[in-house]
């Protein structure tokens, strides 16, 4: 079946090139024009992805996300016309799976979209992906799509669950932050190092709330690794 996405954007000629863009690859799409319509779309019939505006009047996309995150980790793409690292770091810091910035490309952002749909939603493990990735007490199913610390379940956006997934596949190795997006995100689609970073940030504030302090180090200069997880 065809993926389901909402478009939230207070700008009518932006919802209907998103749509547009989205339907031609294949997609199904529905359009609201503020935030309070959107939860309630989302209360009605849950999207497999929302495209959410941050600037739309009333009701923004942040406190849109901050209350979708509250009941629902449906994957968010945010929209926004200004490129503040603030609202990049807010955005992805409360629970979005990737940022936009307007004007933007129509393909790239299907492109993003297709990116964290296959993230959110795996094809069919194969027999390598029914087995379990653990250090420390953290642990990680990529056929269940779960993840665990010392029994306690983590809840992880399907970027960070990737992120970390490479973090374990090669648990004594250095990763720049090449490496580290390159798990998660198609070669073709540039990352700033603040994204990276944020994603970074949010993982292990996460697994700090499961009670592992030491997830993920910085090698200053080079990039991160995996912790003890201990």
Known sequence: MPHHILVADD???IREVICFALEKAGMKTQAVADGAAAL???GRRAPDLVVLD???PEMDGLEVCRRLRHTSDVPVLFLSARDDEI???LGLEMGGDDYVTKPFSPRELVARVNVILRRARPAPAE???DRQFAQGKLALAPASHSASFDGK??????IEFSILKGFLARPTHVLDRDAVMANAYAANIHVADRTV???????RAKLAAAGCLDAIETVHGVGFRLGRCG
């Open 153 to 158: 379940p983590i809840a992880l956006t399907g």
């Open 197 to 203: 970073d944020s994603h970074i940030r949010n993982i």
């Open 54 to 56: 941050i600037g739309m």
């Open 11 to 13: 700008d009518p000629h």
């Open 40 to 42: 309630q779309a989302i």
């Open 87 to 89: 609202d990049r770091i």
């Open 127 to 129: 027999p390598t992906d």
